[in-house]
């Protein structure tokens, strides 16, 4: 019998439509860690992307620092940050342009921003610095960076934002204006009892929020959602956390 004439066309329709459904399922997105904001809150979609760009870090993070060694002067390091600005900036323009990629959620946005952020400590060192004029300038970025915020209209304001992010938090890192020592009073040592697993889980809690009533106003479901939080790191930490590491050894001893 005669062999069938294999299609291609077909073979490539079909292949496309599954790519399209695999980008509209949050399966193969969460497999890869990359799904984003999605409206089942309990399919922990909206972690996914903070873990992929946390491991992004993690492993391009001592590359990065082996590269800046080799770097002889500031200018070196200004030019360094100017190319990684560059370079993001440049993302995020032609972002849409062929497949649009949400980047806020994308490992490679997050890890140019934080090698950016790491660029700036070296450049903080024998600097003089001034409280006032610090306090100023970090006040003036920061509201800078709020406006900026609130009237952002696509991904290329995101990138603005995220310079003078940069450039306010070079000013924190000098440790002289007044947000770095408010900042550093002890009363803020009582969130360090939120964990990372407990940190995972608000975006779930303020998805539940968000069905409910408190959810019709934005600044009193983010309240409580960090109020149940912070509710459930403090009774694991009170109650359960001697319990489950003393159970864990006894695992790992088996």
């Not at 800046?68 to 990684?84: E, M, P, R, T």
């Not at 950016?116 to 300038?137: A, Q």
């Not at 889980?201 to 934005?218: A, D, E, F, K, P």
């Amino acid at each position: 019998s005669a062999l069938p004439i294999c299609n291609y066309s077909q073979i490539l329709y079909q292949f496309l439509t599954f790519t399209q459904n695999l980008k509209r399922s949050p399966l193969g997105l969460n497999l890869a860690l990359l799904q984003s904001w999605t409206q089942n809150p309990y399919t922990f979609n909206s972690v996914s992307w903070f873990l992929s760009s946390l491991l992004g870090v993690y492993f391009v993070a001592p590359f990065a620092l082996k590269l800046f060694k080799k770097v002889k002067s500031k200018y070196g390091y200004v030019l360094l940050l100017a190319i990684v600005w560059l370079v993001r900036f440049l993302l995020e323009y032609f972002n849409g342009k062929l497949y649009y990629i949400n980047s806020n959620h994308f490992p490679v946005f997050s890890i140019l921003t934080s090698i950016g952020g790491m660029l700036l400590f070296p450049l903080s060192k024998d600097i003089k610095s001034n409280f006032i004029i610090n306090s100023i300038l970090e006040i003036s970025l920061l509201a800078i960076v709020a406006w900026l915020a609130y009237v952002h209209v696509d991904d290329v304001c995101i990138s603005i934002q995220i310079l003078f992010v940069w450039a306010a938090f070079y000013i924190f890192i000098l440790n002289n204006d007044v947000f770095s020592r408010f900042m550093e009073l002890d009363i803020w040592n009582i969130f360090s009892q939120i964990q990372m697993e407990f940190y995972l889980l608000h975006q779930m809690v303020l998805r539940l929020i968000s069905r409910t009533v408190l959810g019709n106003v934005l600044i009193i479901k983010i309240l409580v959602s960090f109020a149940i939080t912070y509710f459930m790191a403090v009774i694991y930490n009170i109650f359960l956390k001697k319990r489950l590491e003393h159970i864990m050894c006894i695992i790992l001893r088996n």
